[in-house]
Every structure is written in C-alpha cells, then in structure tokens.
C-alpha cells in the first residue's frame, strides 16, 4: 500500500479534541460544530487506502474538505489526530528534514495555480527541484527535455512562462512535478481553471503519462465527469465526512446514500455500466428458451452499454457474453435497458 490514512480529523480552531469527542458521541455537523465550538470541521474520521499505480480521485462541493485532506498527506496541514503512512511509514514522526526529504523526493504536487517562475525560462522551472537537490547542470537539463517531451512541450524549453497558453502553464508544471521522479502525485484540481476543450486534452495526456510512468495519483476534483474520466475509484466528501468509496460504476450503480444519489443522477451511463453488471445467470436463461447459443453474439464482461447497444442493433439474438471463451451470462435487450434506465434489477 503507497497512502494509507487512518482514522484522520482535522479541526481548525481551539478545542480540538472536545470537538472530536462530541462529534463522534452526538453526531455533529459541520454547521453546528462552527455555530457550538466556533471551528471548522474539515476532516472527520476518514480512512481510505491508495495502491501502486492507483489513480484515486477525491470529489466534493467547495468546502466538503477534499484540498485539506489532501494537504493532510504530506503534512502542509497537521491533522487534528490520525495517522498518514507513505509506504509503510508513519510520517507524523517525521522531523523537518524528513519532511522536506518527503516533499522534495517521495511526493509530487500540481496544484490549479502553477506559479512557475516568471523570471525562468521553461526548462530551468521544470528542473528546479532537481536543482535544489544540487543535480549537475546537464543531468538535470536532460531529465527536463524529457519530461517535456512527456507532456508534448519539445521545442517550448526556451520559452518564458508568460509566452505560454494556460494549458501549457499546466503542462510545464506537470512536467516539473515528474521531474523529482516522486513516487507520489498530489494534484488539487490541476484543470479546473481552463477551456472545456484544453481540458480534456489534458486529461486524455495525464492518462497516457499515467499508464506509462504509473505514478500514484491522488487527484482532487469538483467535476464527476473529471473524476469518471480519470479514477481508478472514486471518494466522495461532504462536509469533512467521507461519504462512499468505489469504482466510477459502483458510485454510479450504487449509491450508498440519497446525497451521492444526487451527486451521480445526471451522469451518462453508457461507458460506465459494463456486461458483467447487467448480464443474467446463463444456466436460468439457457434452461428457460433452450436457444443455440452458438449463433449469439458475443461480448466480454468488460464490455460498456456501448458496446452492447452496437451488438444489439444488429440482431435480434440476446448478446452471449464469455469469459475465458466460456459462457458466464447473457444480456437481452430488456437488460440493456434496464441498464441504461438505471434499474438496479437487470437481470429480472
């Protein structure tokens, strides 16, 4: 495990403890903490864990408490109680040193405002942690063409930040956070601020940087379709409290709550929902019609709405869908519309 958080409070303002305790014995707020204690409730008892390569995306409204938890992982802030560990290692006993070993070559962060260095030219602002570390002149140059290529900037090192486009300001500072080659990647809505456009192509980048650099990612949005788009799972906070934890389709399939209900109602289904989740039993299906299955089409669990609309509109058969090449499951088209109605009993 890379990031595990145990049990974490953050309280800004006096009686942190007293707040602590009540909270958890008279089940408090965050309004009625601020109005009874006048402090703020940022963080309240979360727990999550992040694995190798994960990219985990941490979704609220403004002041759920997503950027302070965030804060929280390599101690920006110190948390109220709780403990972070980084691979195994408490990080709340770390000393000064230690902490600037942790941010400086363990961790990471992109936030939305880049602040590059106005007086630098692009290569020496992505290779400044690198010379901070004392990174001879030419190593360090050469780790920052190459993070540039990465991230589509070649030709750009030259250049000073204010001869840069916002998406490319965003890019540079990608690029400068890759440079330290950190085992972590904290992001705090790194694309919020651009054109819907530029956005998404810097998105569609982050993912291919993702699959090839396999950085541990904790990434903070407000935008469910960002978090879809990007996240291996999903944590969605209200009001300091952590309220579900899944992948974009058991957040999507199921809600544990009305407020995360809400939060996903207007999201599209059709990339989200796979075979697997709307398929019914084989054995029921094949023993009720008795059909050669052999002339079904045929899709496999990972399968999106999709994929299978494209299938069914082909056919008239139910879509066969095999794993390993043998039959698991069957989706009709009564299942698939169950599915993208967003009925919860598919198979019936």
């Not at 109680?81 to 941010?103: F, P, S, V």
């Not at 692009?122 to 030419?138: G, I, S």
């Not at 982050?206 to 903070?220: A, D, G, H, W």
């Not at 952590?242 to 809600?255: A, C, N, R, Y």
């Amino acid at each position: 495990m890379v990031i595990a958080c145990k049990k974490l409070w953050k309280i800004f303002g006096e009686h942190g403890d007293e707040v602590m305790k009540t909270v958890q014995e008279e089940g408090l707020g965050k309004a009625e903490v601020l109005e009874r204690f006048q402090s703020v409730l940022a963080v309240a008892d979360v727990s999550f864990e992040v694995t190798q390569g994960e990219i985990f995306c941490i979704m609220g409204l403004s002041g759920s408490g997503k950027s302070t938890l965030l804060r929280l992982i390599n101690r920006l802030i110190e948390p109220t109680c709780g403990q972070i560990l980084i691979n195994g290692e408490d990080i709340g006993n770390l000393d000064a040193k230690g902490l600037r070993t942790l941010r400086s070559a363990k961790i990471g962060m992109v936030f939305q405002n880049v602040a590059l260095l106005p007086h630098r030219v692009v290569r020496d602002n992505v290779a400044f942690a690198l010379e901070l570390r004392h990174v001879a002149q030419p190593e360090r140059y050469e780790v920052a063409e190459r993070m540039l290529h990465h991230v589509g900037l070649s030709g750009w090192e030259d250049r000073m930040p204010s001869e840069l486009s916002g998406g490319m300001q965003q890019r540079v500072g990608l690029a400068r956070a890759l440079a330290a080659d950190p085992d972590i990647l904290l992001m705090d809505e790194p694309f919020s601020a651009l054109d819907p456009l530029i956005r998404r192509q810097l998105q569609g980048q982050f993912l291919e940087l993702s699959s090839v650099l396999r950085k541990t990612t904790v990434f903070i949005t407000h935008d469910l379709d960002e978090a879809i788009r990007l996240g291996n799972r999903i944590a969605i906070m209200k009001d300091g409290f952590l309220m579900q934890i899944g992948t974009p389709e058991e957040i999507v399939t199921k809600p544990v709550d009305d407020y995360v209900a809400e939060f996903v109602k207007g999201i599209s289904r059709l990339t989200l929902i796979h075979a697997h989740t709307v398929m019914q039993p084989i054995d029921a299906y094949h023993g009720a019609m008795g059909e050669d299955l052999a002339c079904f089409p045929t899709a496999p669990p990972e399968a999106d709405l999709n994929d299978l609309i494209n299938l069914s509109v082909d056919t008239d058969k139910p879509i066969l869908i095999l794993k390993d090449r043998k039959p698991i499951g069957i989706v009709t088209k009564r299942n698939l519309l169950r599915g993208i109605q967003g009925e919860e009993n598919y198979g019936g």
